[in-house]
């Protein structure tokens, strides 16, 4: 039965377009500028390219219902009619209602975005409740089929499946409602096979993370279900992003028709498989195609692993570890690389020819298989940064006592009691944009380009001055993007000219790509940070992103270990930091929003993940005396199992996210025993809604009862880039006047 499966597939294929052309459609469906009849027509013509690349490669099993105008999770949630009441009785269009569940609307807030997993892809957490009424709904799936029938393609609907569905979900007791939502999918199923469909992908990448031994027997229910149902499709169940541990036997168990298996994240899927013992049939559907990362396979390795699948399975299909949505679209294009690198690096588009390759190796052996990649470059090497990661020290990594230093600090900053600061950027105005388009299209010269930015610091320090905060920043004008800023000036780096990847919705990020080993050929901040300092005596903030994220938002190479790439950077950071201080700067701030977003998935692994997350930060801060003051600041409230790693990072000052939490996480940081500067976020600057004086001289007093005066910042949530300076003007002027309310008494 898997023989119409065929030897090769992937998960799922980039759905933006080579030019970003989905999301140039759906912004100007947005802003009123093309209409739904011309965004579905753009829609339907991405959907076909992807078709027909797919097939023009040979590749045996394609995917649909993978495009999405906003993301997958939402589809699936309109797919089986879980659409809150509170949109539909808006009274819009279906298009429209969609839209207002991923964006908002005046009245409505959006369904809450998060984290997809560990990726860097969000998606729109569906609210499900004990009165959410589920009913089949598979126009899209049904309409996405028939188009590529169309072209004479056929194709395998994917879904996420119910499982996970729900697992993701919020509300009260999603996971409750597991049977009626499997009878949901059943009535699903039947339509598609009435419609003709031959195969489904269900994905379950739910259980890659720890499930409860309930959780992993709801799973064999629901497939036992679907998969003994008389009329239907053949069932594909997907996981990815890891090791599905006890899953796996109870996924067997079940009469679905082909289980898939991450085996580049998930190495351990293998051995689990071999103790399983016959499969009774079902088709695996071995991912040793990353789907995650850039590099090209090892293509003799991956035929190796497959082979090893076969001996286990009657049947086998190659494809990639999971959808390629989290790679750039095609490699083919970054003309502009050198071709050393560009020949170590496959994207979707190269992807699928591996796929194919390795799915023909597998049948007909190795020959054809294209010869094993030269060593790298030496010049890749920096034997200085390698030398002097071996000789490092656990002294390295520390810093003097906590009460030394505070109180060096403070003598040197002299601060009041309650200081005032911000997070790092000013607005990012149409004209500072305007400068970067300018600059970059070569009509602004780097001398204009730099007296614009520096024109903006000015101000933006001006404007601190006047508004009576204390420590002081210079609003990060000059810097795109907080990791790739950092990349163009690194060596170890390559930038792409095209490489987006969807993050959520429209949103689509251009991660760096980390190809050798990391140094820092010069300063490269201190210029901006030394001239801000210079218009001012109050202290001014350095500006540093940390070693985790920069990692966790770059592509990343895979010959050495995640510890030793983020202490290359961490050395570089390093260096920064020691230039800094020695220009005069006294508070530097290193941010790590991302040290919460790549905690593994098993808890099993979180430990050594954090050893060297902490120990990468610390070797980045520790190279400063006593009296130079290291801030962090983390984008979320919600510690859970990172708390006491942010506690280890031992930084001077954790600014964090607090104020729609209302203050909650200093409790939490307190009943761990954090006893250093905090600064929780007072104004939620997620919205344009500018926070009155009472609201937070209201949230200071609710945190002066939980952390002592004296360790305690005023400053808001996060960044102020995507605010506007009335708004950000109003805000900071009644967070300072609230400041000295409450040190006045
Ligand atoms: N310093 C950065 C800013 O203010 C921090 C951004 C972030 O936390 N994501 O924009
Ligand atoms: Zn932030």
């Known amino acids: 039965m898997s023989s119409a499966f065929g030897q090769s597939t992937v998960l799922g294929y980039p759905r933006i ?45 394609i995917p649909s219902n993978t495009f999405s105008y906003y993301d997958h999770m939402l589809d699936t949630a309109v797919a089986v009619g879980a659409v809150p009441t509170r949109f539909t009785r808006l ?71 119910p499982a996970t569905f729900l697992l993701l979900a919020k509300g009260e007791e999603p996971f409750a409602r597991l049977d009626d939502l499997v009878g949901t999918y059943a009535r699903m199923l039947a339509a598609l096979a009435d419609a003709g469909v031959g195969w489904v992908q269900l994905d379950e990448p739910g259980y890659v993370a720890d499930r409860t031994p309930a959780e992993i027997d709801a799973l064999r229910r629901a497939y036992t279900r679907l998969g003994e149902l008389a009329h239907r499709p053949r069932i594909f169940v997907a996981t990815y992003f890891g090791d599905l541990g006890d899953a796996l036997p109870a996924l067997l168990d079940t009469p679905v028709d082909a289980v898939g298996l991450d085996l580049v994240a998930g190495p351990g899927n293998l051995h ?70 560009s020949e170590r690096l496959a994207f979707a588009r190269q992807k699928v020819d591996e796929v194919v390759m390795l799915g023909r190796a597998l049948r007909d052996g190795t020959t054809a298989l294209p010869a094993p990649l030269p060593a790298a470059p030496a010049e890749w090497r920096h034997d200085d940064v390698r030398g ?114 969807q993050s959520y919705g ?62 290359q950077v961490a050395l570089a950071l390093r260096d920064e930091c ?15 929003p991302a ?63 607090a104020s729609r939490s209302k203050m909650e996480v200093l409790d939490d940081l307190a009943a761990i025993g954090y006893a250093r500067g905090v600064g929780p976020g007072v104004w939620d600057i997620h919205s344009p809604r500018v926070p009155t004086r009472e609201e937070v001289v209201e949230a200071l007093r609710r945190a002066v009862a939980a952390v002592p005066a004296g360790r305690l910042w005023v400053n808001p949530d996060c960044g102020l880039k995507t605010r506007a300076y009335p708004e950000v003007e109003a805000s900071l002027r009644h967070l300072v006047a609230a400041a000295a309310e409450v040190r006045g008494n």
Not at 417 to 428: A, C, R, V, Y
Not at 631 to 654: K, N, R
């Open 272 to 341: 689990r498989l071999a103790a399983a013992g016959p499969l009774g049939g079902k088709a695996v559907v071995a991912g040793l195609v990353d789907g995650r990362n850039i590099w090209r396979t090892d293509l003799r390795a991956a035929v190796a692993a497959g082979a090893t699948v076969a001996g286990l399975a009657d049947h086998v299909a190659v494809s990639s570890s999971c959808s390629l949505l989290h790679v750039p679209v095609d490699l083919s294009v970054e003309t502009h690389l050198d071709p050393r690198l």
């Open 506 to 567: 429209s949103r689509c990020v251009r991660p760096p790509i980390i190809y050798g080993d990391v140094a820092r050929k010069a300063a490269m901040t201190v210029e901006w940070s030394t001239y801000a300092q210079s218009l001012t005596s109050r202290p001014v903030k350095g500006m540093l992103t940390g070693p985790v994220t920069i990692l966790a938002w770059s592509f990343v190479r895979t010959d050495q270990s995640l510890a030793d790439t983020a202490d």
């Open 17 to 61: 377009g080579a030019s970003r052309e989905l999301k140039k459609a759906v912004e100007a469906y947005w802003a009123g500028t093309i209409d739904a009849e011309a965004l579905h027509s753009t829609a339907a013509g991405l959907r076909a390219q992807v078709w027909r690349t797919l097939r023009d490669a040979r590749l045996d099993a």
């Open 578 to 592: 020691r230039d800094l201080e020695a220009a005069g700067i006294r508070v530097i701030q290193v941010d790590e």
């Open 388 to 501: 002097r990661l071996a000789a490092l020290r656990p002294t390295d990594r520390q810093r003097g006592t906590y009460p030394t230093r505070a109180a060096r600090q403070q003598e040197r900053l002299g601060l009041p009691e309650l200081p005032t600061t911000t997070i790092g950027s000013f607005p990012q105005t149409a004209e500072l944009r305007r400068a970067r388009a300018a600059h970059r299209a070569g009509s602004l010269d780097d001398a204009g380009y730099a007296d614009r930015m520096r024109a903006e610091v000015e101000q933006v320090i001006r404007l601190q001055e006047q508004l009576g905060l204390d420590v002081l920043v210079h609003g990060e004008p000059e810097r795109n993007d907080m990791v790739q800023y950092f990349g163009e000036q690194l060596d170890g780096f390559a930038a792409t000219r095209h490489g987006w990847v």
């Open 91 to 161: 009274g819009l269009s279906t298009l429209d209602t969609y839209f207002a569940m991923a964006r908002g609307v005046d009245a409505e807030p959006a369904l809450e975005l998060t984290k997809w997993f560990d990726t860097n892809y969000h998606y729109l957490v569906p609210e499900i409740d004990p009165d959410t009424v589920f009913t089949a709904n598979p126009v899209k799936a049904l309409g996405e089929y028939a188009e590529a029938r169309e072209l004479g393609i056929t194709t395998r609907p994917v879904f996420v499946g």
């Open 595 to 657: 040290l919460r977003e790549t905690l593994p998935l098993r808890s099993g692994d979180q430990k050594a993940y954090l050893d060297w997350a902490v120990g990468a930060f610390r070797l980045a801060t520790s190279g400063v005396a006593d009296d130079t003051q290291i801030h962090t600041h983390l984008c979320y409230s919600e510690f859970g199992e990172v708390i006491h790693a942010i506690d280890a990072l031992d930084a001077d000052v954790t600014s964090i996210e």
